[in-house]
């Protein structure tokens, strides 16, 4: 509709375009009749007045001037040319659709009237059409109407009148098809007034009411109430006024939906369908509603909003005042029955949106139900009306007359007999006995009026005579009464359906259709069956609606007629419905119905898993029967076991026959029906059910467990469920076992052989610092940096998602679930409401807020800081109490009630009284470093995770330690009690879960999934569930009921898989772990593990530890490296060369800041490596280089052994020269004494403390101390073999040595032996004393650590882990010993319990690529920078360097002569295989390279960026030739299939390039040998049909494919290989490289 000002610019645009341009412009004026649904048009000033000749005039004056206004006139003058113009306009509009339009003109003139009269006639504004209407204005005014004075509002009046229903058109086809889509499955059938098939009033009842309620239906006055609720108690008609103000809102236009609850139809129960159901109504009924609805909803899912936003974007948005939906008119929304929802909370809420928005949107709220909170009474937006406020009299007397139309309607139809019928004294029985229920009275009347009219006078005379009226008689126990007698009279038909058939109705679901019932009861014959239920209905139609329509379900009249059959003080024996024998009756009718359609071929005889789920449901016909069972079976099942609270016996055999037999088939349907989440639900309510046979629990689990596990695959492809969904689900499970066949794939590794304890894996964005669960288990939370997310755990949908505005720390869930509060980790907390996502409190702090809980009911939320701990009222919304703390440290945890709270003191744990801050005792941990703690639910207890794995139980009332349970192997980050406090559950650092039983300590479970470090864990109050959040982004539901398996896996193959590769039969695959230098291999078939081959490596010539402990020095080959301990990163901080020869010994200056080497080149070089500096200073630099500072030169032979004096200014050293070295090292390094004596090489010296002796140890079997000064041996000890090692004790008193032949001898400087230690099984090469001169350690070339006493002479711990000889040993503050070992690792062990308690490497070399040649025989691996080259038949190791940073990428030339690599250096290199060398090198200066192909001519090798460019080299020029950017990033590896194809794969794709066009090919079918494909979790093969599989993973690291099958290396270690059984097309030409990553 085109009102007056826009048609007016048109107008004019139109025709000054026109003169302008000298030419019509028609496509203007079809734009103009096209975008209009109705015109309204104002015409144009000519034919019929004297304005042209005026307009000529004026032009003559203003055409000097130009202008707008001199066109103007210059047109008006121009009358032919207006009239063509019209003549024109008016040929677009009928020649185009029908337009509703009218056409306006003037009545008055605007200039001398008497001489030009009107400017726009009559003539001049017919178009020829529609209608016409005169406007008491002239031309001025008439443009002045946005003054909006009468003469506007008379036009707007006109419009609407006119133009309303085209004006606000009914919404189109593809309008309302759009909108069911994104509602599926959330509008409700059957709940608006006109499907209810509720009688309205009976005419002349209800009069005043419905009058009043017309009357503020039809009010404008913004000002007045826009929400009117009427209530009343049950059966006094709420619902029949409801219907009947739909029935005269309609015929107004004003009816925007409605909405009608009923307890015996489940869907009107769910507040969740609502919203939806209302609004597809209004969008149905206006287009523009529609169009508001679908652009509120673009790129939002209704089920990710919560009822808030569900009410913002489906009502108050697209139906608000300025966006005029409906033209200016308020629709009415009519909502009946609130009070029979069972969730009054939820209805509270909506009403309060409903209260809150009333104001701003272009719709009023009628709201009919039983007396509900008083909450809302005095908002001035509702109006309250209440039914029993109605006089008793206007009540009678509307009663009266409703009795008297009815039966008045039968005497009509009786005729002569029905004169004087009724008696005046039986309708004022009738109504006397009904007051104040309506519901008696008509129930009475359609009684009367049941059957034929001849039985109408016998039916009244009973209902008056033989039901007992007592005075004390209840309206209820009347109606009741009643019911009796209509019952009876239906039993008494010769059909005996009619118990079975009322039983059905009672505790169905939904509203029965006769067809329905028919089906379900009687599904050999339905056609009888339907006329049998008819028969029997048709006896109760006085309390039973019952459509003509058999497909039109049957309806309760009203809710008390259940109420009465089920209640057996009210209904006899007749007539009483087992509660308990209804739902297991409809139960086995459910299963039955199933057994005889399910098993009948798929829907629609569709056999293709790839059909989507549109066109499943297309082809679906589902009737209503077999939908009901489809969707209700198990709630009957579940509710007939709660009732009996027994084992059903004659159900079980049916469910145990439908888990073997049909499951599958019923979740297809579930699908189709868009009940997935609503079939888990129900299959976790039957395994949860105690009643419920072993066997059907199990099979619930397993139904429900491949559900979660292939949901949103079988959301979109339903029949997906044979094929994909079976291929992953464990092996041994009972539904693998029955439905698994012949596919043509199959998992030959990685699959758990049953169902393993993770139910789920949330993922979020970003690390997970909290987790927390509900306190009925039904939600589970948690929380990142930048929200919190609450997810149901039944079917792990998405329910909530909060941003806060700030950085959570810590969540809570409120007992209820209802609210969710956090504490930020920069101060303050907030809560929130869980369903509405509203801001409950906010308290602003500064301090970091470390825990936080609801206590008090709810009422209050207590959070602790590392000031002081608060309390906050939900209710008032403000701080009650600060305590400030008396003591240091971070408040873990508060007691149930909040009255105690456990602080970390770092290495106690304080109890403190949250109401005074005072400590109330200590929890001591022995001095290890606490990371987390948790009191049990009935405060008797405190558990606490701790550094190095250790997780303590303390007695609260006592502070003593009560056990100790010990089996992580890193730190105890996160601990929880269960909910009986029976067990408690705790995280680990290394990404383990642990279950440990309070009673005696012992580990129950461990649960391994997470692939970085648990951060936090719950427990469920029930005991059933675990959740888990970590730093990899994810968190875990874990069940922990008996019965499951566990995921074994050591912390070996944790690791991540880094490199792959695939023989070229494809029958093994190669791959190497994170942090392993061994290539594992794997075969396919089988998937078991052969011999890995362990890559011969720079081994560890020696190694020493500074004495503080902070550093390492490492020697391999002729360089020395030194690390700091810690190990942050694995690069050196600094490289000192200048040997010419190995390395074979080092030591640290004892203020650590110098470092002595002895080389097999005879030299001693000094070094100054500056590692003095504080370690908070350290930055993250590249390696140096130093030169040595001093070079000591002198030994004839090679240099064993070096040490420093105490005081750090003399060195000693032994060569294999047979002598002993000092040397002064101030001022000037020079020879001060040659100690000569042995007779073979001296392998170990060292100086006493006192600097004055020194001890050596040689090849020739004697241990011999020197006195330093005079040269002089003062003791000599011979032994049976070599001396490796020797060592003083601090007082000098005592040495020791360690022996070839693996003994240790430790004896006194009087020659005395002290002992003889026995027990290593390789020689000893290093020995050390503790400080006290009691202890001895010793490592070995048998890789222990043993620690010995003296005094015993016996072994007191035996220290493993080592896997190469130990060089070092050292005490450290004699609670700690050190250890190095050839092996590269530096440990440190706790001598108390010999475990070990932290180890660094100082071999940084891993694998990270592996390749073979394509006739399997070489095998190369990327060990850092350096490629080594492994013939696998000979054995035979080369090594290729050049690279001076990780070889990320090795691929084979197709001949094998060759191989190209690329590196982080930014380079790409071509080597030569046979003469080991360097042929070609490509710098890259902007982006670092990850992958590396040859093409099959050998001529072009393709490179693969981190950021997804693709560059091709072409090794004849030299030059790069072209680049491409895939969509892909991070490929590894790459492949050419020909010299066209290049194949590109990322973790989740793997996909074809046409390297020519830079474009994904996906038409390869023709292709041969073309590999197994990879996109978006599909596996698919292009050349062979059939093949695809739906399989996406967690944690995918490195994936490699070829043409039969697909290898996924996980982050956890594990593998999952998925090979193709059918075979391949074979071409003799062409062949994939086995590039790996």
């Known amino acids: 509709m085109v009102q007056s000002a826009r048609v007016n610019n048109l107008r004019m645009q139109t025709l000054i375009l026109s003169h302008k341009s000298k030419t019509d412009p028609p496509n203007l004026r079809q734009w103009i009749a096209d975008v209009e649904s109705s015109i309204a048009f104002l015409g144009t000033p000519h034919q019929g007045s004297n304005y042209a000749l005026f307009a000529h005039i004026l032009s003559f004056f203003y055409a000097p001037f130009g202008g707008t206004y001199a066109h103007l006139l210059k047109l008006l003058s121009d009358s032919d040319r207006l009239v063509e113009l019209d003549r024109d306009f008016k040929a677009v509009l009928s020649g185009g659709q029908t337009k509703q339009t009218v056409c306006f003109y003037e009545t008055k003139g605007q200039l001398w009237s008497w001489l030009l009269g009107p400017m726009v006639t009559r003539t001049s504004a017919y178009l020829g059409q529609g209608d016409e209407a005169a406007m008491e204005c002239n031309h001025d005014e008439m443009n002045k109407f946005f003054d909006r004075d009468e003469r506007y ?50 005419t002349g009842t209800r009069q005043t009411i419905l009058n009043r309620l017309m009357d503020w239906a039809r009010d404008s006055d913004s000002k007045r109430a826009r929400v009117c609720w009427l209530t009343g108690m049950v059966g006094t008609g709420k619902t029949t006024i409801a219907s009947t103000l739909c029935q005269r809102l309609e015929q107004d236009g004003i009816l925007g939906a409605s909405f009608f609850c009923s307890n015996t139809e489940d869907e009107t129960h769910n ?67 609130f009070d029979q929802v069972k969730d009054q909370d939820r209805v509270k809420t909506i009403l309060s949106f409903i209260l809150e928005h009333a104001g701003a949107v272009a719709l009023k709220f009628f709201i009919s139900s039983r007396p509900l909170s008083e909450k809302f009474k005095k908002t001035p937006q509702l109006w309250r009306l209440d039914l029993y406020e109605l006089s008793e009299a206007e009540v009678r007397e509307d009663m009266k007359l409703y009795v008297q139309q009815r039966l008045g309607e039968i005497a009509e139809r009786l005729g002569d007999e029905g004169i004087g019928w009724p008696a005046q004294e039986q309708v004022d029985t009738i109504v006397d006995r009904a007051n104040p229920l309506f519901i008696y009275a008509a129930t009475v009347c359609s ?18 005579d033989k039901v007992p009226v007592n ?49 379900l009861l009687f599904a050999d014959d339905e056609a009888d069956g339907a006329s049998r239920v008819s028969a029997v209905l048709s006896a109760l139609r006085s309390v039973l609606s019952v459509p003509e329509d058999r497909t039109v379900g049957v309806r309760v009249i009203h809710t008390s007629f259940p109420d009465f059959l089920t209640d057996p003080a009210r209904s006899d024996e007749t007539h009483h419905q087992d509660p308990f024998e209804c739902h297991r009756k409809l139960a086995t009718c459910c299963l039955s119905l199933m057994k005889k359609l399910l098993d009948k071929d798929d829907i629609g005889g569709l056999q293709e898993p790839d059909t989507s789920w549109g066109n499943v449901r297309k082809r679906a016909n589902i009737s209503n029967a077999l939908e009901y069972s489809c969707v209700h079976w198990i709630s009957h099942v579940v509710e007939a076991y709660s009732l009996k609270q027994e084992s059903v016996k004659e159900l079980e055999a049916d469910l145990i026959r439908f888990f073997d037999v049909r499951v599958l088939r019923w979740l297809v349907y579930m699908s189709v029906l868009g009940k997935l989440s609503h079939a888990a639900a129900s299959l976790r309510k039957l395994e949860l059910h105690s009643q419920a046979s072993a066997r059907v629990r199990k099979a619930s689990m397993e139904a429900r467990r491949l559900t979660l596990q292939s949901y949103s695959l079988l959301e979109d492809y339903p029949l997906q469920i044979y094929s994909s969904a079976l291929v992953r689900i464990p092996k041994k499970s009972g539904i693998a076992k029955r439905f698994q066949k012949d596919w043509n794939w199959e998992v030959t590794s990685g699959l758990a052989e049953d169902w393993e304890r993770c139910e789920g894996v949330l993922r979020l964005g970003s690390m997970v610092k909290s987790v927390v669960f509900s306190n009925d288990g039904r939600m589970v939370a948690a929380c990142t940096w930048k929200e919190i997310r609450i997810w149901s755990v039944e079917d792990l949908k998405k329910l909530c998602v909060v941003r806060p505005p700030d950085d959570p720390a810590c969540i809570v869930l409120s007992s209820d679930g209802k609210s969710i509060a956090a504490g930020f980790g920069r101060g303050g907390i907030q809560v929130w409401d869980v369903e509405t996502k509203n801001e409950r409190v906010r308290d602003i702090g500064k301090e970091s807020i470390s825990c936080i809980a609801f206590i008090d009911k709810d009422q209050e939320v207590i959070y602790g800081s590392s000031k002081s701990i608060c309390r906050y009222s939900v209710k008032s919304n403000e701080q009650l109490t600060d305590i400030k703390l008396k003591l240091e440290g971070r408040p873990l945890s508060f007691s149930r009630d909040g009255k105690r709270a ?45 550094y190095k794995g250790t997780i303590r139980v303390f007695d609260v009332q006592s502070g003593n330690e009560e056990s100790r349970l010990i089996g992580h192997a890193d730190d105890v980050t996160s601990v929880a009690f269960s909910g009986d406090d029976q067990r408690i559950v705790s995280g680990c650092r290394d990404g383990s879960v642990r279950i440990w039983s309070v009673s005696d300590g012992k580990e129950e479970m461990k649960l391994v999934g997470h692939t970085h470090v648990v951060a936090s864990v719950a427990y469920s109050d029930d005991g059933l569930r675990v959740a888990s959040g970590s730093r990899d982004n994810t968190v875990r539901i874990w069940s922990v009921e008996p019965g499951l398996e566990e995921r074994q896996s050591s912390s070996e193959n944790q690791r991540r898989v880094i490199a792959l590769a695939l023989s070229s039969d494809g029958q093994r695959v190669f791959y190497a772990r994170d942090e392993d230098r061994r290539i594992h291999i794997r075969n396919v078939d089988n998937g078991k593990e052969e011999r890995p081959l362990i890559m011969r490596r720079d081994y560890v010539n020696t190694v020493a530890i500074s004495n503080d402990g902070r550093h390492v020095a490492t020697a391999r080959g002729k360089q020395l490296e030194i690390y700091d301990f810690n190990f942050s990163t694995y690069l050196p901080r600094v490289i000192m060369k200048g040997h010419e020869d190995l390395i074979l010994s080092v030591a640290f200056s004892p203020d650590n800041k110098k470092v002595a080497t002895g080389s097999h080149d005879k030299t001693i070089c000094i070094w100054d490596p500056k590692i003095e500096e504080e370690e908070e200073e350290e930055t993250e630099e590249e390696e140096e280089e130093e030169e040595e500072e001093k070079k000591l030169e002198g030994h004839d032979d090679s240099v064993w052994s070096v040490s420093f004096s105490a005081d750090g200014s003399k060195l000693v050293s032994g060569s294999s020269d047979h002598t002993i070295r000092i040397w002064d090292l101030e001022p000037e390094s020079a020879v001060i004494k040659i100690l ?39 003791q000599q000890q011979t032994y049976g073999d070599s001396i490796w090692s020797v060592a003083f004790s601090s007082s000098n008193s005592k040495v020791v040595s360690g022996c070839n032949d693996h003994t240790i001898h430790v004896w006194d400087l009087e020659g005395d032996e002290v002992a003889v230690l026995e027990g290593h099984t390789d020689a000893v090469i290093s020995v050390a004393f503790s400080s006290d001169h009691q202890r001895v350690v010793s490592g070995s070339h048998d890789t222990t650590v043993r620690l010995w006493d003296l005094e015993t002479r016996e072994e007191v711990r035996r220290m493993v882990g080592h896997t190469d000889s130990v060089q070092f040993v050292k005490f450290q503050e004699n609670d700690t010993v050190l250890s190095a070992s050839y092996d590269g690792s530096c440990r440190t062990w706790d001598v108390q319990t010999g475990e070990q308690e932290t180890i660094v490497d100082a071999l940084d070399h891993q694998v990270l690529s592996i390749a073979l040649s394509s006739d399997d025989r070489l095998l190369a691996v990327g060990l850092d920078s350096t490629i080594h080259i492994l013939d696998m038949e000979t ?97 590894s590896p790459m492949s050419f299939i020909d010299d066209t194809h290049l194949l590109l794969r990322s973790r989740d794709a793997i996909r074809m390039w046409n390297v020519e066009t830079g474009e994904e090919d996906e038409n390869v079918a023709e292709m041969a040998n073309v590999p197994i494909l990879l996109r978006d979790g599909w596996i698919y093969s292009p050349s062979v049909p059939n093949t695809r599989c739906w399989f996406p993973l967690d944690g995918v690291s490195r994936v490699i494919s070829n043409a039969s099958l697909i290898v996924f290396g996980l982050e956890s270690g594990d593998f999952v290989i998925v090979k193709f059984k059918q075979p391949m097309p074979r071409s003799g030409t062409t062949k994939l490289s086995n590039t790996i990553i």
């Open 153 to 202: 509002k008379t036009f707007i009046e006109t419009l609407q009148q006119l133009y309303y229903p085209l004006a606000n058109p009914v919404a189109n086809e593809a309008s309302k098809d759009r909108l069911r889509k994104i509602l599926a499955g959330r509008i409700v059938n059957g709940s608006t007034y006109s499907s209810t098939e509720v009688k309205g009033c009976t």
């Open 271 to 337: 507040m969740r369908h609502l919203l939806p159901t209302l609004a597809y109504a209004l969008g149905e009924s206006s287009q523009k509603m529609a169009d508001g609805l679908l652009g509120a909803l673009r790129d939002k899912k209704v089920a990710d909003m919560n009822l808030k936003d569900t009410f913002t974007n489906l009502i108050s948005s697209p139906a608000s005042i300025d966006m005029s939906p409906f033209h200016g008119k308020t629709r009415v929304i009519v909502l009946d029955g």
């Open 447 to 464: 009684y009367v009026d049941e059957e034929d009219d001849n039985q109408a006078k016998r039916r009244l005379k009973a209902v008056i």
């Open 471 to 519: 005075g004390s008689e209840s309206p209820t126990d009347k109606l009741y009464a009643l019911y009796t007698q209509i019952t009876k009279a239906a039993s008494k038909r010769p059909n005996d359906d009619i118990d079975e058939i009322l039983g059905l109705i009672v505790v169905a679901r939904d509203h029965l259709s006769i067809q329905s019932i028919a089906s």
């Open 902 to 946: 456990l602080l970390n003191g770092q290495v106690h744990v304080y109890i403190i009284n949250t109401e005074t801050g005072d400590k109330i005792s200590t929890l001591d941990t022995h001095g290890f470093e606490v990371l987390d703690a948790a009191f049990s639910r009935d405060g008797e207890k405190v558990v606490s995770g701790l």
């Open 1236 to 1274: 000569r004596g042995h007779t073979g090489p001296v392998l170990s010296v060292a100086f006493s403390s006192d600097n004055q002796k020194a001890v050596s140890g040689s090849h020739d079997k004697t241990v011999r101390v020197w006195d330093v000064e005079t040269g002089e041996v003062k």
């Open 1435 to 1531: 054995g035979d190791e080369r090594s290729l360097q050049g690279h001076t940073y990780t070889v990320r990428s090795i691929s084979f030339l197709y001949n094998n002569e060759k191989i190209v690599s690329v590196s982080d250096d930014r380079t790409a290199r071509i080597w030569n295989v046979e003469k080991m060398e360097e042929e070609k090198r490509l710098d890259f200066s902007s982006n670092e390279l990850c992958s590396a192909a040859f093409s099959p001519d050998s001529k072009i090798v393709a490179l693969g960026g981190w950021d997804g460019t693709i560059y091709f080299w072409n090794l004849e020029t030299g030059a790069m030739e072209m680049k491409f950017k895939s969509r892909q990033e991070w490929m």
